[in-house]
């Protein structure tokens, strides 16, 4: 599914890295790299960042990383995908934004290609429900943590606390008979964090922390801004659709939105959680 739909990730690229990079702050924060480099003992760190799509957040983490704002905190990211498309994409991107301390890798967070306690932290953005075992995935991430590391998963809470992608849902099913379920799409996986904390514990983190955010942009009320979730997500199902199936899709989001539109602004509120844990 995902190969079908690199080109649109790498059409929205640059446009959204701005709106990812403010969400991902709370990413790193949990992944405390600062306290890794401390326990690194002066060497370099090495973070793996799963599900890396077009960049984010590997890009922010390379950057920190090569910052000589702190000296002690200095490494090396590693981007991973398992699709292709996205990697190559991801090169092009690093090497036009000059980012040196990073490589990418096409790999299977269920069975990745690296040997065991080889990474000092792993982090993932909104990446570990779309595998087909993420059970897997999370004891896989363990395996090759170092004792001592860390890995932080950015997931989505519930769809009653994101209307956009309930909205998305229910009028993508109405118009294109396609919906999350229809396309095979599990975002939700993680939204319970009881469960999805002991998921974690299961896998073999310990220290397991996991906190939830709120945030909503400030968007002009002519933006239609569901259209770039909406092609990475069902961009096949789009580029099928006719002109009139589209407007219709366009039409009936701006009203299913219009209850959070004030003063010519959309304020659309996301909720996602950060699950971070330790190896012990």
């Not at 982090?123 to 059970?135: A, E, L």
């Not at 997500?233 to 899709?249: H, K, M, N, S, V």
Request: with cysteine; glycine share 10%.
């Amino acid at each position: 599914m995902w190969h079908h739909l690199s080109p649109d990730w790498l059409n929205w690229a640059d446009q959204l890295a701005p709106a990812a990079q403010k969400i991902n702050r709370h990413l790193v924060e949990a992944l405390d790299l600062p306290a890794l480099a401390q326990a690194a003992g002066g060497k370099d760190l090495v973070v793996l960042d799963l599900a890396s799509g077009v960049g984010e957040p590997a890009f922010g983490i390379a950057r920190i990383l090569a910052s000589e704002d702190d000296p002690a905190l200095r490494g090396y990211v590693i981007a991973s995908d398992i699709v292709p498309g996205m990697c190559a994409g991801l090169v092009e991107r690093a090497v036009a934004e000059g980012i040196g301390n990073l490589s990418v890798v096409a790999a299977d967070m269920e069975k990745l290609p690296f040997g065991a306690g080889t990474m000092d932290g792993i982090s993932c953005r909104f990446g570990v429900m779309f595998c087909n075992d993420p059970d897997a995935a999370l004891r896989d991430a363990n395996r090759v943590l170092s004792t001592g590391g860390r890995a932080a998963f950015m997931l989505w809470a519930p769809i009653v606390d994101n209307p956009l992608f309930a909205a998305m849902d229910g009028i993508l099913g109405n118009i294109l008979g396609t919906g999350f379920a229809d396309a095979g799409l599990d975002l939700f996986g993680f939204a319970d964090p009881t469960l999805a904390t002991s998921r974690v514990v299961r896998a073999g983190f310990g220290d397991v922390t996991i906190t939830t955010h709120n945030p909503a942009g400030r968007i002009p009320e002519r933006a239609a801004f569901w259209k770039p979730q909406m092609e990475m997500l069902f961009g096949p199902q789009l580029r099928a659709a006719t002109d009139a199936e589209r407007g219709a899709i366009d039409a009936a989001m701006f009203e299913a939105l219009r209850p959070y539109l004030t003063d010519g602004h959309f304020q659309v509120p996301i909720c996602f959680h950060v699950l971070a844990g330790a190896k012990g």
